[in-house]
């Protein structure tokens, strides 16, 4: 059970561990022992998330967020299975406390007309510029 919030739990049928080889530095312990951790949530079967959560869930996992509606984190920072593991469980319980937070809405606005002035002043006088650098002409 993942307390991610007063509302929102977790339980372990929406989780998965599998472990793996880590790569990186550890000398012989690295080709004997099992520590990298990959996470599998089942996103978009739990009924613990509101489906705006899962929009914004998917939006913000990205690659990690398969096509069957799953997070997948891998852990291989430390040479601990049991650190890895806290840490894979701290990154999906940070990434749905991010998924709760609504994105603020755009509020459309008109650049000001000294704004556009000035763009397009400044556009003139790049033309100015480049006009400038070609050749010169021999007057005679």
Do not use: C, Y
Request: charged letters at 30%.
């Amino acid at each position: 059970m993942l307390q991610i919030n007063d509302e929102i739990m977790i339980h372990d049928w929406e989780l998965t561990e599998s472990f793996t080889r880590a790569q990186g530095p550890g000398g012989q312990n690295v080709n004997k022992v099992s520590t990298a951790v990959e996470l599998r949530f089942e996103a978009a079967r739990s009924p613990n998330l509101l489906a705006p959560v899962k929009t914004q869930l998917k939006k913000l996992a990205g690659r990690k967020w398969t096509s069957d509606g799953a997070i997948i984190i891998r852990v291989e920072d430390t040479r601990s299975q049991a650190r890895n593991r806290d840490i894979a469980k701290e990154r999906l319980k940070e990434l749905i406390l991010q998924a709760l937070i609504r994105p603020k809405r755009r509020i459309a606005t008109r650049p000001t007309l000294g704004s556009q002035r000035r763009r397009l002043a400044g556009k003139l006088q790049r033309g100015v510029v480049k006009s400038l650098r070609g050749k010169v002409k021999d007057v005679e």
